[in-house]
């Protein structure tokens, strides 16, 4: 919504949005055509999916493009439809994989399912890949279209001195537990912790419970820019997942995000976060699941203001010159207007806005 839609917005382009806007509490954006479907969680999702296939029925006539962005939706295509592009932002095999929560029959056979429903929708469908590491998945070439974030224009404040700060979703495998018991040796430091993100349903109770004991906050989903905005002014933004296949070869979105804001990033050693963090010094990289460390890192940054301001400048810098999603907007746009029109007929062809 806050990236792609709003670049196509901008592009003079009629949007169609289908998303589960009551169940997440948001208020669609009023110059879209929303439709509303209920959202899909944890394994009950049947009727989710059979009300979303509808919806993209309902949603894809008239429209010269129709863009889908989980998996789940290519499987749930409508037959008669306009040309179609999936926009492939996760490794859905691998995080099945990583997942613990899933009975073991499972956790062998649906990744193997989930490969061969990525080849065959590689032979009938546009791709575009927010990543390079996505490429090895596919034998064809795919544009990449990189998952960035807007940068304020306006330098963010700097670092605070009592509060720290996750955005995003909530998993195991995205080190949920890790940060609850860093919330519990924060606390006695004065340092309170800031959850904002959906949450996995087997972790669910563990943050209820914290919060209950008063060990954090957790405020659910949140719209990406509020998130982003409830984040200024924390000592530091945390990036603290698990080295498990889904994370080893990408970028979590959040660290960009954090250094969007100004943010020094606390990050657990994943190849390309441990890089951009060591590359540019915006943040501390901490071993994966040492909490001791992550306190230490977290400690230090509060007790030197100066240092902190200093990384999260650099970070914000950084994330102005190459992780500024409107340098990337104008390529995405390009793309779907190029696959729209060369499927339209030649009187259509530009006589009107691309409907997405």
Not at 48 to 58: S, V
Not at 160 to 169: H, K, L, S
Not at 327 to 347: C, I, K, Q, R
């Amino acid at each position: 919504m806050h990236r792609q839609i709003r670049a196509l917005l901008d592009a003079g382009h009629e949007i169609t949005y289908v998303a589960p806007f009551t169940d997440c509490n948001v208020t669609p954006d009023p110059r879209i055509r929303a439709v509303d479907v209920p959202r899909a969680l944890g394994r009950h999702r049947r009727r989710a999916l059979k009300a979303a296939r509808g919806a993209l029925r309902r949603g894809a006539e008239g429209a010269d493009l129709l863009i889908v962005h989980d998996i789940e939706l290519v499987l749930r295509l409508p037959r008669r439809r306009p040309v179609t592009v999936w926009d492939v932002h996760e490794d859905t095999a691998a995080v099945l994989e990583a997942r613990t929560d899933l009975p073991g029959l499972l956790r062998r056979t649906l990744p193997a399912l989930i490969r061969r429903v990525e080849a065959r929708a590689e032979d009938r469908l546009h791709l575009v890949l927010a990543e390079e590491s996505h490429r090895e998945r596919f034998s064809g070439s795919h544009p990449v279209v990189p998952n960035t974030t807007y940068v304020p224009r306006r330098p963010p404040p700097p670092p605070g001195r009592n509060r720290v700060v996750y955005v995003g979703r909530l998993s195991r495998a995205r080190g949920a537990a890790e940060l609850v018991e860093l919330a519990r040796r924060l606390l006695p430091h004065g340092v309170r912790m800031d959850l904002v993100g959906a949450a996995d349903a087997e972790i669910r109770p563990m943050l209820r419970d914290a919060q209950r004991q008063g060990l954090l906050d957790w405020y659910g989903y949140v719209p990406n820019r509020h998130a982003l905005r409830m984040a200024e002014g924390a000592i530091a933004g945390l990036s603290l997942p698990h080295d498990v296949p889904p994370y080893r070869r990408s970028m979590p979105a959040k660290v960009a995000e954090y250094m969007s804001r100004g943010l020094p990033v606390v990050t657990t050693p994943l190849p390309a976060a441990a890089s951009l963090v060591g590359r540019t010094g915006c943040g501390v990289v901490t071993p994966f699941g040492d909490v001791d460390a992550a306190l230490r890192a977290v400690l230090a940054l509060r007790d030197d203001p100066e240092g902190a301001a200093a990384m999260g400048a650099r970070g914000y810098e950084e994330a102005l010159r190459h992780y500024d999603w409107p340098a990337h907007a104008g390529e995405f746009v390009g793309l779907l207007e190029g696959w729209a029109t060369a499927s339209a007929a030649p009187a259509r062809a530009h006589r009107r806005p691309l409907v997405v």
